[in-house]
C-alpha cells in the first residue's frame, strides 16, 4: 500500500532494482487488438514454448505490451538484448519463425522482416532528436505490459499525481496545464487549461471529470492504443485533473465495442486502488479520487461531451443547447470536465516534466504531439505519434512510405467524418489545429486517410456522408433531413442523374447545415462534401455535366471499351465475371455494353493497354 | 432587466429570458415550430431541434434557436437578415421535404401548425425533394393513432408523456433520418403503459397523433332502422364545443349542442352529468363510510380512466384505496342498458350508447372487458369533441344559428355539482356538497368551496364538516398525481379525500377537446364557462337531483345496495410497469 510519496519512490526503486537483477533480454509482443487479430496469439504461445523448451527462464521475459502502432507489420515482435546492446523489431512473425528470432545475439536471421527503425522510434528518453517520430501520449505504448502496475511504476507512473497532489495547489496545476498550451485532442482544439479552470471556479458540492474513450471516427484508433497499451496514464491524467478541479470521482465513457480495454481498464483500476493510487487520501494528501467505467453503445455523437454525458445518466444519447456548459452544468448537473483519452494521456507527462519541456515539441499555438491513425492507401498503416508542426508531407511519404503500388497521391483526408481533404498542394503546410482549420478541414481525433488517384472524391464524400447520416442523432432537422438530402444529390452525382443546378444546390445546403446544426456533429458534416467541392471541382463537373468519372469508382459513369491495341489474348474474356467479353483467339475483342456490370476487372488485367475506361 | 438591440432596437428584456420573448415585446415574430410552452403548467419545451427560429447573433459563429438561446447584455441580434431568411426557409424546405404534405385528407387540416408556418413563410417550391421516411402506422388502439410519417420530431409529445405524464412511454428511437418517436422497441401503445390521456395529440402540431375517428361508425348507428341510439355528453364538452364554431372561447353551448344532437339523430339526448350525480351519491356514500370509520383513507377519485390506467400500472400496490365507483360514463352506461332499457322496452342490444367525450381514454375505458353485461357493452361508441363538431359540419348544420335545446328525460337532467366535474377540483367539490350534508344532516350555508377550485397542478384545502376537519387534495396532470401518490406511499401524506384528473387542469383540457396550441388563456376561458353554468343552476347539490332520488326509488334502492355495487362499482387490475 502506497500511502507517501516517498513510499512510491521506494517502490519505484524497488521494482527498477529488480528488473536490473531480472532477465537482461526482454521480448516484447504486441497483443493489442489489432495485433492478437493478426495473430500475435500463436506468436505469443510459441516464444513461451520455446523460452521453456531452451531453459531461457532466467535469461528471457516475455511481455505482451499494447499496441506498438506496426499495423503494417503485424504480428510484431520487439527482442530488447541488454547483454549485446542491441535491439530488434520484427514484423510479421509467424510462429516457425519463433526459433530464430530467440537466436539471442546471433544476427537477424534472413526469413525475418526487420523493421526499419526510422519508421518506429520508442525511445525512452522521449526526445525526438530529430527522428520522424516522437512519443509523449505512445511513451509506454507497446513499450511496457499493461497488465502491470509494477511496469507502469517503473517508467515513472503516478510520480506526476504525487507530485501534484503533495506539492502543487489545485489552482498551480491548472495553471500549469495552461502553461503548456495543451489543447483538446478530441478534435475541437479546446485549450484543456482554460476547460479546467471554468469547472475549477464553480463552487459545487461534487464535480466530475470524464473521460471521453467513445473514439468512433471510421478508421480511427489511437484512443484504442493507448487505452490497451498504457491504461494508468489514463487514471492517472484523471486522478490529475480531478485535484485540479476539485472532483473526487471520474467516470470513464468507453465504446463496448473495446473490450479488449475495457478489460484493462478494470484491471488498471483494481490494481490502482489496492495500491493506494486511487481511492480516499492519495499520497497522504487528504485528497481521494475514484473511478468508474460507463458502457457506451457505439453511437458516434456520443462523442460530443452534452451528448456523452446524457449518455452517462442513462437518457438518449442527443447533444442539447450550450450553454450551460459542462463545466457549470454536466453530469448530474455538477461541474463536469469532459476530456478526450490522448489530452489526458498528456498530463502526466507535463506535470513531471513541466510546461516548457512539453511546449519543446510542436508549434506555438499547438504545443506537443499528436498521434495519428495512418490508414488508406499508404504503405505503411499504423500508428504514428508525431510532433505537431510536422507537415503532412512527411508524415505520408516519410513515415507512411507513400501510396500503396506506385500510384499517384490524390488526398488525405484529416478529421475524419467532420474534416476535409487535403490536395498534394497543400502538403507542405505544418498541421496544426489551426493551418488545418484554414485548409478546411480540421485535426479532428487523428484519422488520417490516405486517398490516391483511383479514389472518386465525389464518392469519397459520400462515404463520409453516408457515416454522418448513420450516426446522427436525428435530433434536429438540417442533420436529420439536409444530411439525407446532401446523401441524396451526392448519390444521383455518382450515378450520372444530376441535376444541372445540383451543384449550387449542394453547396447551399451545406452551408445552411453548418450554420443552424445544433451540435458539432451536424454543423461539421458537411465539411467533407464542401471541402471536396472547393478542392477537386472538376471531378464534380465532370461527373454532373460530362456523366464521367476518372477514377472508374462510379460504375454508372464508366463504360469499358476494347481499342485496336487487343491482341487477342482472352485474358479478359477469361476473367469476365458476367462472360460479356467476347472474341476469338488473336482477335480483336468487344465488351457486350448491356451485360456489362463495370467492375473493371478486365481493365485492371489487360497488359497491353486495349481497355479504354470512358 | 437588461439591454439587448435586435434588428437595430434596444429593448429592456428580463435576465433568463430567451431572445425569442425578447424579441416579441419589440412586436417581432419569430417563427417557431417545436417549441412549445405552458406557463400555467410549468410546461417549457425549449429542445432548441426544429431551427426554424434561427436568429442571428453578432460574435457567434453559427444561427442561434431563438426559442432557447438566453439574452445577454448587450447582445446584438438579427432576425431578418438574408442569411437567416436563407436558413428558415431552408429548414422548412427539409421538413416539408420529408412530410406527406396530405393535408386535404388529413386530420389537422387548418389546425396545423406546420401548415400555417408554411402559409406564413410563403415557399412555394421544394428545393430539397427525395425519400421520405416510411414508419409502420399504430392503429392497434381504441384511442389513439400514431403516423410517425407525418411527425417533424418536435419531441413535444415525448415531453408530455415523460415531464408531465411521467407515463414514461414514448422516446427518440433510432438515429439520423429514421429517427422518430417511439414506445421501447417501438411496440404499439396498447401493449404498454400508455394510459391514453391523450396529451401527447393535444400537444403535436401536426397531423402524426389523432383520435381514433369513430364518426362513421356512429353514422353506421344512427341510419340502422334495427338500433335506438341515445347520446350522452361529458360536462366539459359543452364549454369547448362552440370555440370549432368560431365561437369566442368560453361560450358555453349546451343548448345549441343538445338541439344538435338532436338533428343528428340521436333518439335520446342525454347527459353525462345525470350519472356524474350519481357518481356523487356512490362515491359521496363511499367516501362516508370510510370517513366515518376511519380506514382505508385517503378515498383517491375514480372518474378519470387515465388516472385508472396509471395506477394500476404504476402503483399497483395502492389499488385498494381508489373509490370503487364506475366513471360517470360507465354508470351512464350501466344504467342506460338497464333501467332505460327497460323502461322503454328495447333490448340492451340494440340500444346503442354514444358518448361525447373531451378525452380520448374514455374510448379506452368503454372497451374494458368489464364493462359490460352479458356480453354487452355498456357504452358502444364513444367520440371525442372534436369528433362531435366534424359530424356537425358534416351534416351542414350551422352550428351558431341554432336554437337551445334541453336534455331528455330521465338521463338528462343534472345538478351544478355534476358541471363542474368538467373542471379539476369539481369531483371533490360536487362530492363535499353530498358528504357535507349527509354527514351533518344539516343544509350547507354555502355550497361554493372556493379553496379546491384552479388551474394549479396540486391544491390542499382543509374543509369543516361540522366537528370533522377534512384535509383534502388535488391533483391534475399525471406528474401531480404521481407526486401525491408516492407521498402517500411513503406515509408522509394524510389526507381523507384526493380528487386526481390525468389531464392538467381537468377534463377542460383533456385530449379530446379542440386543440389550443399551448392557450391556456382559453382554459381559463372554458373553467369559467363551467362554473357559471353551475352557478346558473336551479339545483347545485347531486342528492337534490329528482331524477336521481327517482332512479334510486324505482331501481336501485340506496347507495351502496347490492342493485348499486352491481351496476356502478368496478374493480381495479395491477398491470405492468412497462
Known amino acids: 500500500m502506497i500511502r507517501t510519496w516517498e513510499d512510491l519512490k521506494r517502490e519505484t526503486e524497488r521494482i527498477r532494482e529488480a528488473r536490473r537483477r531480472g532477465p537482461p533480454v526482454q521480448v516484447l509482443v504486441s497483443m493489442g487488438t489489432c495485433g492478437i487479430a493478426a495473430g500475435t496469439q500463436p506468436v505469443l504461445e510459441a516464444i513461451r514454448k520455446t523460452v521453456a523448451d531452451r531453459g531461457l527462464d532466467r535469461q528471457v521475459e516475455v511481455l505482451q505490451t499494447g499496441c506498438m502502432g506496426l499495423c503494417h507489420s503485424e504480428p510484431s515482435i520487439e527482442v530488447l538484448d541488454r547483454v549485446n546492446g542491441r535491439d530488434y523489431l520484427y514484423g510479421l512473425v509467424t510462429p516457425q519463425q519463433v526459433p530464430a528470432l530467440l537466436d539471442i545475439g546471433a544476427e537477424p536471421s534472413k526469413g525475418l522482416l526487420s523493421v526499419p527503425r526510422s519508421w518506429y522510434y520508442p525511445d525512452d528518453d522521449e526526445q525526438s532528436n530529430g527522428r520522424p517520430q516522437a512519443r509523449l501520449v505512445l511513451r509506454n505504448s507497446g513499450r511496457i505490459d499493461p497488465e502491470r502496475l509494477d511496469d507502469y511504476l517503473e517508467k515513472d507512473g503516478y510520480q506526476a499525481l504525487a507530485k501534484a497532489v503533495v506539492s502543487m495547489k489545485p489552482e498551480e496545476v491548472v495553471e500549469l496545464v495552461a502553461q503548456s498550451g495543451l489543447r483538446g485532442r478530441g478534435g475541437g482544439g479546446f485549450p484543456t487549461g482554460k476547460k479546467w479552470s471554468f469547472a475549477a471556479t464553480v463552487e459545487a458540492p461534487e464535480k466530475f471529470v470524464v473521460c471521453n474513450a467513445d473514439e468512433g471516427d471510421p478508421g480511427a484508433f489511437m484512443d484504442r492504443a493507448v487505452l490497451e497499451g498504457d491504461p494508468h496514464s489514463v487514471l492517472e491524467g484523471m486522478a490529475i485533473a480531478g485535484y485540479a478541479i476539485g472532483s473526487r470521482r471520474g467516470v470513464i465513457y468507453i465504446r463496448a465495442e473495446y473490450p479488449l480495454a475495457v478489460r484493462r481498464l478494470f484491471t488498471a483500476i483494481d490494481q490502482a486502488r489496492k495500491a493506494g493510487l486511487l481511492g480516499r487520501d492519495l499520497f497522504g494528501s487528504g485528497f481521494g479520487f475514484d473511478i468508474e467505467i460507463k458502457y457506451g453503445a457505439g453511437a458516434f455523437v456520443c462523442g460530443e461531451e452534452t451528448a456523452l454525458i446524457h449518455s452517462v445518466e442513462g437518457y438518449r444519447g442527443e447533444p442539447t443547447l450550450k450553454p450551460p456548459f459542462p463545466a457549470v452544468a454536466g453530469l448530474w448537473k455538477r461541474p463536469t470536465v469532459v476530456n478526450n483519452v490522448e489530452t489526458l494521456a498528456n498530463v502526466p507527462t507535463i506535470v513531471r516534466r513541466g510546461a516548457a519541456w512539453f511546449r519543446g515539441f510542436g508549434t506555438p499555438g499547438s504545443p506537443g504531439t499528436k498521434v495519428f491513425a495512418l490508414a488508406g492507401k499508404i504503405n505503411k498503416v499504423g500508428l504514428v505519434e508525431v510532433p505537431m508542426g510536422m507537415t503532412l508531407r512527411q508524415i505520408v511519404f516519410d513515415i507512411g512510405q507513400g501510396i500503396k503500388g506506385g500510384r499517384r497521391f490524390k488526398a488525405v483526408q484529416t478529421g475524419g467524418p467532420s474534416g476535409g481533404c487535403i490536395r498534394e498542394d497543400e502538403l507542405d503546410t505544418p498541421i496544426d489545429y489551426d493551418t488545418l482549420r484554414n485548409l478546411g478541414s480540421m485535426m479532428g481525433s487523428g484519422g488520417m486517410i490516405v486517398m490516391d488517384e483511383d479514389d472518386c472524391m465525389v464518392n469519397v464524400a459520400k462515404f463520409f456522408l453516408e457515416f454522418t447520416l448513420d450516426e446522427s442523432c436525428g435530433k434536429c432537422t438540417p442533420c436529420r433531413i439536409g444530411n439525407k438530402r446532401l446523401f441524396e444529390m451526392l448519390s444521383r452525382t455518382c450515378e450520372g442523374k444530376a441535376e444541372p443546378d445540383i451543384l449550387q444546390r449542394l453547396e447551399t445546403l451545406s452551408l445552411v447545415i453548418k450554420d443552424t446544426s445544433l451540435c458539432g456533429l451536424g454543423q461539421t458534416s458537411p465539411n467533407p462534401v464542401l471541402a471536396t467541392m472547393r478542392k477537386f471541382a472538376d471531378e464534380y463537373c465532370e461527373h454532373v455535366h460530362d456523366r464521367r468519372c476518372r477514377s472508374g469508382v462510379c460504375t454508372a459513369l464508366v463504360r469499358y471499351a476494347i481499342n485496336e491495341r487487343c491482341v487477342g489474348c482472352t485474358l479478359c474474356a477469361r476473367n469476365c465475371p458476367v462472360s460479356c467479353i467476347a472474341g476469338e483467339r488473336k482477335k480483336r475483342h468487344v465488351i457486350d455494353e448491356a451485360k456489362c456490370i463495370r467492375c473493371g476487372v478486365c481493365f485492371q488485367k489487360c497488359k497491353f493497354h486495349a481497355i479504354d475506361r470512358v | ?578
Request: hydrophobic letters at 40%; charged letters at 20%.
Open chain 2, 1 to 578: 432587466m437588461i439591454p439587448v438591440i435586435i434588428n437595430g432596437m434596444t429593448v429592456q428584456a428580463r435576465e433568463g429570458s430567451t431572445i425569442l420573448e425578447a424579441a416579441r415585446q419589440l412586436g417581432i415574430r419569430i417563427p417557431t415550430l417545436c417549441n412549445f410552452e405552458m406557463d400555467a403548467f410549468g410546461i417549457k419545451h425549449r429542445l432548441g431541434s426544429c431551427r426554424i427560429c434561427v436568429v442571428e447573433v453578432q460574435g457567434r459563429p453559427n444561427l442561434a434557436p431563438a426559442c432557447s438561446t438566453p439574452v445577454m447584455l448587450g447582445m446584438h441580434v438579427y432576425t431578418n437578415t438574408m442569411r437567416v431568411f436563407n436558413a428558415r426557409r431552408t429548414v422548412l424546405d427539409l421538413i416539408l421535404s420529408n412530410h406527406p404534405k396530405e393535408c386535404l385528407t388529413c386530420h389537422k387540416n387548418l389546425h396545423c401548425e406546420l401548415q400555417a408556418l408554411a402559409e406564413e413563410m410563403g415557399l412555394l417550391e421544394i428545393k430539397y425533394p427525395g425519400e421520405k421516411a416510411q414508419h409502420p402506422i399504430d392503429l392497434a388502439n381504441e384511442s389513439i393513432v400514431r403516423d410517425m410519417n407525418k411527425c417533424i420530431y418536435c419531441r413535444r409529445c415525448e415531453m408530455a408523456c415523460n415531464e408531465v405524464q411521467t407515463v414514461g412511454i414514448l422516446s427518440g428511437v433510432d438515429r439520423g433520418f429514421m429517427a422518430t418517436v417511439a414506445p421501447t422497441s417501438k411496440r404499439p401503445l396498447a401493449e404498454t403503459k400508455c394510459v391514453f390521456c391523450g396529451q401527447c395529440v393535444a400537444v403535436c402540431p401536426v397531423g402524426a397523433l389523432n383520435e381514433v375517428d369513430r364518426t362513421y361508425d356512429v353514422w353506421v348507428a344512427l341510419n340502422d332502422k334495427s338500433k335506438t341510439v341515445i347520446v350522452q355528453t361529458a360536462p366539459a364538452v359543452r364549454a369547448a364545443l362552440g370555440e370549432e364554431f368560431n365561437l369566442s372561447p368560453g361560450t358555453s353551448v349546451t343548448g345549441k349542442m343538445v338541439t344538435a344532437l338532436r338533428m343528428l339523430g340521436f333518439k335520446g339526448v342525454f347527459d353525462t352529468d345525470f350519472a356524474a350525480d350519481l357518481t356523487i351519491m356512490e362515491e359521496g356514500k363511499e367516501l362516508v363510510d370510510r370517513v366515518r370509520a376511519n380506514r382505508n383513507l385517503p378515498i383517491l377519485t375514480s372518474c378519470c380512466p387515465g388516472w385508472v390506467k396509471f395506477f394500476e400500472h404504476q402503483f399497483p400496490d395502492l389499488i385498494h384505496i381508489p373509490s370503487s365507483a364506475k366513471s360517470p360514463q360507465q354508470m351512464f352506461g350501466a344504467i342506460a342498458k338497464s333501467y332505460y332499457a327497460k323502461k322503454i322496452g328495447v333490448a340492451p342490444k340494440d340500444l346503442v350508447v354514444v358518448s361525447v367525450m373531451p378525452c380520448l381514454a374514455k374510448k379506452y375505458e368503454a372497451a374494458r372487458e368489464e364493462f359490460r353485461q352479458d356480453g354487452v357493452r355498456d357504452v358502444d361508441i364513444v367520440i371525442s369533441t372534436r369528433e362531435l363538431a366534424r359530424m356537425i359540419k358534416e351534416a351542414g348544420i350551422q352550428f351558431a344559428q341554432l336554437r337551445n335545446g334541453n336534455f331528455d328525460h330521465p338521463l338528462g337532467e343534472s345538478s351544478g355539482a355534476a358541471v363542474i366535474f368538467g373542471a379539476s377540483g369539481g369531483v371533490l367539490e360536487a362530492a363535499l356538497r353530498t358528504a357535507a350534508e349527509t354527514m351533518t344532516g344539516q343544509p350547507l350555508e354555502q355550497v361554493d368551496f372556493e379553496a379546491v377550485r384552479g388551474l394549479s397542478g396540486i391544491r390542499e384545502a382543509t374543509i369543516s364538516i361540522g366537528t370533522l376537519d377534512l384535509k383534502a387534495a388535488i391533483a391534475s396532470g399525471l406528474g401531480n398525481a404521481r407526486k401525491l401518490l408516492e407521498a402517500i406511499r411513503a406515509g408522509k401524506a394524510h389526507y381523507h379525500a384526493i380528487e386526481i384528473m390525468a389531464c392538467p387542469g381537468g377534463c377542460l383540457n383533456g385530449g379530446g377537446q379542440p386543440y389550443i396550441h399551448g392557450d391556456v388563456s382559453i382554459l381559463e376561458k372554458r373553467r369559467q364557462a363551467i362554473y357559471d353554468e353551475d352557478y346558473g343552476k336551479a339545483i347545485r347539490k347531486s342528492h337534490e337531483n329528482p331524477y336521481i332520488r327517482r332512479l334510486y326509488e324505482e331501481f336501485l334502492g340506496c347507495p351502496g345496495s347490492e342493485t348499486a355495487h352491481r351496476l356502478l362499482h368496478t374493480h381495479y387490475y395491477g398491470r405492468p410497469n412497462t
